[in-house]
């Protein structure tokens, strides 16, 4: 997405390719990052996307199975049935998740918001643009018609003329020839 300002007015018709697309989304900038942009909002909203992937589910199933595989088969005792540090660990992993993925999901749905209110924004220009177009349209074809409507009395006016000319050399050439 462009991040520079371009200065637009959205009144004016203008079909350049470089005007900026993305005009009505910035002033919502400030939305895109979910956490912030320091080092520990870049790291948190990593964290808080990795909890949906299914790399994140595949390999908790794993380890879990391995734990309980584990302490089942008596390889190893420090989690023997039922299983306390497990639900411990789960614990204390549901208490870190929850908030993130309620505040991402926040940011989320503020950044839905800001994005249809751009969208309805830039709709609402291309209409501006669009009747501003028609009306622009309008006004040449009446300009047109009357253009078209003053050539036609010009032609006219050119015929009568043409004809008014014909006539007086044909009464010269009368007169010319009885002298």
């Not at 309980?68 to 497990?86: C, E, H, Q, R, S």
């Not at 249809?116 to 018609?145: G, I, N, P």
Request: aromatic content about 10%.
């Amino acid at each position: 997405m462009k991040t520079e300002s371009k200065t637009h007015n959205p009144t004016s018709v203008s079909d350049e390719p470089n005007d900026d697309y993305y005009r009505f989304h910035l002033p919502h900038l400030h939305l895109f990052s979910v956490f912030g942009n320091d080092w520990f909002a870049l790291k948190a909203e990593g964290f808080a996307r990795f909890f949906g992937t299914p790399v994140f589910l595949v390999a908790q199933t794993v380890i879990v199975a391995i734990w309980i595989g584990l302490n089942v088969a008596g390889y190893t005792k420090f989690d023997v049935y039922p299983f306390i540090l497990l639900n411990l660990a789960f614990s204390l992993q549901a208490a870190y998740a929850a908030p993130l993925i309620l505040l991402a999901q926040t940011r989320q749905a503020d950044r839905d918001k800001a994005h249809a209110d751009a969208d309805a924004q830039h709709r609402e220009a291309l209409a501006t643009a669009a009747d501003q177009r028609q009306t622009l349209a309008l006004q040449q074809s009446e300009q047109m018609m009357a253009l078209l409507q003053q050539n036609t009395q010009l032609t006219e006016l050119v015929k009568e003329l043409s004809q008014r000319i014909e006539t007086l050399t044909v009464e010269m050439h009368k007169k010319v020839l009885e002298s």
